[in-house]
């Protein structure tokens, strides 16, 4: 079979480590003694550098590094009208030095105002023009289930949304228009990022989302039919991925266990084209949930990690593709490489050094070559 277009064997999530000077810069920027458009300016040069980074390491989908953001979510979320910042979430899970996401409060009927994305896109896909080279320019936006799990009821206004399938429905158009805002400048593939679908396969996170949201057989199979929703109205050349994250702050993990609560729903439910998905060690259980696979869908397994320095043992990554393979109606032919996560979720990044960071990304596209040719893209 064939890969769906924009997807390699050697992929990747998305974020890397950013550069001194762009944290430098944004800390000056948050502090008022830099303005927007300087920020910006800094942003664009080493997302040009990173890009070429991606290209000589051999990647062939390529992002802008998530250089713009500081939180995978927060800084795409916040650009809808009528969600606003209120002060930080509450979790039982607390990350390295206390940091918390801000908490996303639905204060109004939520609208797309303007476009999010479409520029970070057209300055990504002529840093990738320029460099001559042949690849895809790849958009990670949240998925839409981020603006309702973690938060409750009280989070979303009453006088707004008395009941939920209006806020679900508007939730989904607004993601319609910025994938149709996208599409028209140009982008084929969108990429949007989940941690929800695999917090549900955590027993206290299931509990305590059960506590606020009701059953999670439910909510898993409502937040398929809000993400069906949201890319419903894609032309049939946009391919759609969905990537699947336990936490990934400072190296650090928030969830886990395997995605059996969730499998049927995330194979036979969702429309998209491709899964990537976290596998780098035992707490995202067994490769058995893989039988559920469709025969014309992909799965990029993230069985390497961005969460550690050291380089994986080849023949060890070799040996989990295959018996990932065994699960798969079509074997290897469904399945591509990648590491569990991107390296900088948010903007303090895993616990590795740049260095380190290429050295792995060069070693998983040494492996996919290995196991599935030169080229990356069949």
Known sequence: MSLPNGVYRADQVGSFLRPKAVLEARQQAAEGKLKLEQLREIEDKYIADVVKKQLDAGLRSITDGEFRRTWFHVDFLRHFSGVELRG??????????????????????IGHPKPIQVDDFKYLEARIAAAGAKATTKVCIPSPTMIHFRNSRETIDEKAYPTLDPFFEDLARVYQEELDDLYKAGARFVQLDDTNL????????RAEAEERHGDANVLARQYAALINAAISKRPSDLTIGIHLCRGNHRSQWFAQGGYEPVAEVLF???NVDAYFLEYDDARSGDFSPLRHLPENKV??????????????????????LNEAASFCSKGLKQLC???????????????LTEDEQWAKVKLQVEIAKEVWGEDLSI
């Open 337 to 351: 490489l990648s590491h569990q996560c991107g390296f900088s979720s948010t903007f303090e990044g895993n616990d």
């Open 299 to 320: 799965v990029v397994l993230g069985v390497m990690t961005s969460k550690k320095a050291a380089l994986e043992d080849k023949a060890e990554i070799i040996k989990r």
């Open 88 to 109: 930080t979430m509450q979790s039982t899970n607390i990350s390295l030095g206390g940091t918390m996401p801000p908490r996303l409060v639905v204060v109004d009927k």
């Open 268 to 270: 036979k439910d969702l």
């Open 198 to 205: 695999a917090y549900l396969c955590d027993p206290k996170m």
